[in-house]
């Protein structure tokens, strides 16, 4: 094995997650890490996407809410060594059905949590929400709340901050070399690729909906669902502040009739809003199927949807593509974040970090992963995002 280059950390893929837990294990000095990446670097493949994602403090679920208070002073941190603003806080606007159940969360339950975390939020009737926004005909029932600290993200300058920070702190980055396999062992963990085999004694898997490829050869397969989801620009005829918002309807027979849209994003010149329909219908089988052009039938409900309630807005899609979202079958887990103690043999030197709706947690994703792999344990709570029931997401610091 001397014969392979080694490095103390190898993080396999360069995404968001990939590029966060680099830079969070370069800076603490020392420490020799390398990047590898199947694609170029700053690829707009899977869920990344698109300019901009949602960044929000309130979660219905409370070891959650607790992660995303525990995430912002990083990202003030990324934004000051970046010198740029990341998250733009347009505000979070949820309104609906506040009693719906959704993978999303629940409005009324997330009120709750509000009031125990002590964060600011106005609540608003189904007329403060049109009076305020200009969205009309909304069910006279439907109620909702703006938390003003949450708004847009965005993705493109992060990912620039992350890829220059994490070389700066010394990270090697390596794009165009696909991982074949991933073997750990009691004494670290071996890495083949289509060039070469590299030793280290830490990897981090951030591959996103590819970590299935690496953990197949284990015998272990996380329960992941793929869908490709529909984005669609429109845009504004009459312009205002409008926040972040994400309707919580029932579901249809057809879909799960959840629809949520961007502001035009205060750091580009277009005047364009971006909408989502957040329908988990017709998982993919793998990554590699998603072709980045939506189902019409998908795009055609976003668009009845603005033409009932958006009259600000002209119904005629300007551009349309999608976006890969990677989800944990349970959606009680939320997230995969964990080490892969107990699923195969030295997996105690794999850390995995993937599915969920991450983007907002970028900078403690990475955090976390540099903590797992390089002190073996982390201070957050990531019990309930752990890769399979039963086997430790790591231990507490
Ligand atoms: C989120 O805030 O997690 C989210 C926003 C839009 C679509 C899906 C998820």
């Known amino acids: 094995m001397n014969d392979h280059e080694h490095y103390d950390l190898i993080v396999i893929g360069g995404g968001p997650i990939g590029l966060s837990t680099a830079w969070q294990a370069a800076r603490r000095g020392d420490t020799k890490v390398l990047v590898l990446e199947q694609y170029g670097f700053l690829n707009e493949r899977t869920g990344t996407s698109g300019s901009e994602r949602h ?4 979660y219905t679920q409370r070891d959650i809410f607790a992660l995303t208070l525990e995430t912002l002073p990083l990202w003030h941190e990324l934004e000051r060594l970046a010198g740029r603003r990341l998250i733009h806080a347009v505000g979070s606007l949820w309104f609906g059905d506040v009693e719906v159940e959704t993978n999303e969360g629940h409005i009324a339950e997330t009120a709750r949590a509000m009031d125990e975390m002590s964060v600011p939020y106005e609540w608003l009737t189904a007329r403060d929400i049109e009076n305020r926004y200009g969205f009309t005909n909304l069910p006279r029932h439907y109620e909702g709340f703006l938390q003003r600290d949450g708004g847009s993200i965005d993705v493109r300058g992060t990912l620039a901050a992350l890829f220059q920070l994490s070389q700066e702190h010394g990270a090697l980055l390596r794009a165009n070399e696909p991982v074949l396999e991933v073997a750990p062992d009691t004494g670290g963990v071996t890495v083949r690729t289509a060039r070469t085999t590299y030793r280290a ?17 284990w015998g272990v397969s996380l ?11 429109y845009r504004q005829r009459a312009d205002a502040e409008r926040p972040f918002w994400f309707a919580f309807q029932q579901p249809t027979e057809e879909d799960t009739n959840l629809f949520y849209g ?3 994003n205060p750091w580009a010149s277009d005047n364009e809003v971006r909408l989502g329909p957040d329908f988990e219908v ?11 052009i939506p189902d019409p039938r998908h795009v055609e409900r976003v668009t009845d949807w603005v033409t009932a309630h958006m009259p600000w807005a002209d119904p005629e899609p300007v551009q349309t593509s999608t976006c ?10 939320q997230f995969y974040l964990g080490t892969a ?28 992963c540099a903590d797992l ?7 957050h709570d990531i019990g309930r995002h752990a890769l399979a029931q039963g086997v430790p997401a790591g231990s507490a610091a």
Do not use: Y
């Open 55 to 58: 960044w929000r403090l309130q």
């Open 201 to 217: 004694d830490k990897v981090v898997l951030a591959n996103g909906g590819h970590v299935n490829d690496i953990t197949r050869s």
């Open 223 to 233: 329960d992941v669902s793929l869908f490709e989801m529909a984005l669609v620009s």
């Open 262 to 264: 961007f502001p035009p």
């Open 282 to 292: 017709n998982p993919l089988r793998h990554a590699s199927e998603a072709t980045g």
């Open 324 to 333: 890969l979202a990677v989800l944990p079958a349970d959606p009680s887990r």
């Open 341 to 368: 103690a107990g699923l195969v043999d030295g997996g105690e030197n794999v850390v995995v970090s993937t599915a969920g709706w991450g983007f907002k947690f970028v900078p403690l994703w990475g955090e976390i």
């Open 373 to 379: 792999a390089l002190k073996g344990a982390t201070r």
